[in-house]
T-cell receptor, first 114, second 116 residues
Framework: DTGVSQDPRHKITKRGQNVTFRCDPI?????LYWYRQTLGQGPEFLTY????????KSRLLSDRFSAERPKGSFSTLEIQRTEQGDSAMYLC????????????FGPGTRLLVL | AQSVAQPEDQVNVAEGNPLTVKCTYS??????LFWYVQYPNRGLQFLLK??????LVKGSYGFEAEFNKSQTSFHLKKPSALVSDSALYFC??????????????FGKGTRLHILP
């Protein structure tokens, strides 16, 4: 257990529905990252926050995706109007300030869109 | 932009033999390099990282990695493989420069099979 938690661990939804995932980082970490991992691939960067500020978003993050970290602690990732191509593992990671810091990952949320 | 290549999709090693999982990288500045391991249906677990200093980095579970700047490589090694080392291994790179780019870029992963 790295100290990063994600909820839910699994989500099955029908195409067109909205889903929301939650990530609770290690408490003293001010940076929080979201990644998407599909089968046979490495994690792909989606977005990251420093405290409550969203500093960068990948082009992978279409306008159906939105992420928030309202109080600089936990974060949510929402996918609206889900598509089958959204099926993946969504990973959250947190780290302290500084590029030399290690990212610690949560267990992930596996999404299946039917 | 930074990138990572893991040239082998799968590596098979007999238990007790030494193992190597290859990784090469590309960054504009100096790299910070990481290795992670992933077990089925789990998140990524940190193994080790290179920031600066000694080119040979020691990490968890007896793993080590050697940073080679001239070859832009950061291969993962272990002197004697265990069956429990069987998993998916990811190499990752981050640009150490004083720019806003704070992404970590991951390779596609190498599946390690340790044969009993």
């Amino acid at each position: 257990d790295t100290g990063v938690s994600q909820d839910p661990r699994h989500k099955i939804t029908k195409r067109g529905q909205n889903v929301t995932f939650r990530c609770d980082p290690i408490s003293e970490h001010n940076r929080l990252y979201w990644y998407r991992q599909t089968l046979g691939q490495g994690p792909e960067f989606l977005t990251y926050f420093q405290n409550e500020a969203q500093l960068e978003k990948s082009r992978l993050l279409s306008d159906r995706f939105s992420a928030e970290r309202p109080k600089g602690s936990f974060s949510t990732l929402e996918i609206q109007r889900t598509e089958q191509g959204d099926s993946a593992m969504y990973l959250c990671a947190s780290t302290g300030h500084g590029k030399q810091e290690t990212q610690y990952f949560g267990p992930g949320t596996r999404l299946l869109v039917l | 932009a930074q990138s990572v290549a893991q040239p082998e999709d799968q590596v098979n090693v007999a238990e007790g033999n030494p193992l190597t999982v290859k990784c090469t990288y590309s960054v504009s500045g100096n790299p910070y390099l990481f290795w992670y391991v992933q077990y089925p249906n789990r998140g990524l677990q940190f193994l080790l990282k290179y920031i600066t200093g000694d080119n040979l980095v020691k990490g968890s579970y007896g793993f080590e990695a050697e940073f080679n700047k001239s070859q832009t490589s950061f291969h993962l090694k272990k002197p004697s493989a265990l069956v429990s080392d069987s998993a998916l291994y990811f190499c990752a790179v981050r640009d150490s420069g004083m720019n806003r780019d704070d992404k970590i870029i991951f390779g596609k992963g190498t599946r390690l099979h340790i044969l009993p």
